[in-house]
């Protein structure tokens, strides 16, 4: 069964920083493009950003810029999100997708993406 599970949410102060990884099993998905959503309460989920493969090119929405960092781990099959300087708008559900497709168009929409995990909960208090 392929399943991505992503973890290391919890409840911090602004301007602190977590670590969110997101592991695969059932399949490797060294070869997928991999990428983080978040989604808060009444809103809809939204792009975070995204590694390509093959090149590890990274995408980022404006919003995270400068302060959050996509990377990979292809041998331990997961990938990372670090999220420095945390504000309370940062508060929502995060979660790990993986896109099959080397294309490099609307990497921000949700249809590119093949296989998604249950999400991991980050609050940030003020």
């Known amino acids: 069964q392929v399943q991505l599970v992503e973890s290391g949410g919890g409840l911090v102060q602004a301007g602190g920083s977590l670590r969110l990884p997101c592991a695969a099993s059932?399949?490797?998905?060294?070869?997928?493009?991999r990428a983080w959503f978040r989604q808060a309460p009444g809103k809809e989920r939204e792009f975070i950003a995204r590694i390509n493969w093959p090149g590890g090119s990274t995408y980022y929405a404006d919003s995270v810029k400068g302060r959050f960092t996509i990377s990979r781990d292809n041998a331990k099959n997961t990938v990372y999100l670090q999220m420095n300087s945390l504000k309370p708008e940062d508060t929502a559900v995060y979660y790990c997708?993986?896109?099959?497709?080397?294309?490099?168009?609307?990497?921000?929409?949700?249809?590119?993406?093949?296989?998604w995990g249950q999400g991991t909960q980050v609050t940030v208090s003020s």
């Open positions: 059932g399949r490797t998905f060294s070869t997928y493009a």
């Open positions: 997708a993986a896109d099959r497709s080397t294309a490099t168009s609307r990497v921000a929409e949700r249809y590119r993406y093949d296989y």
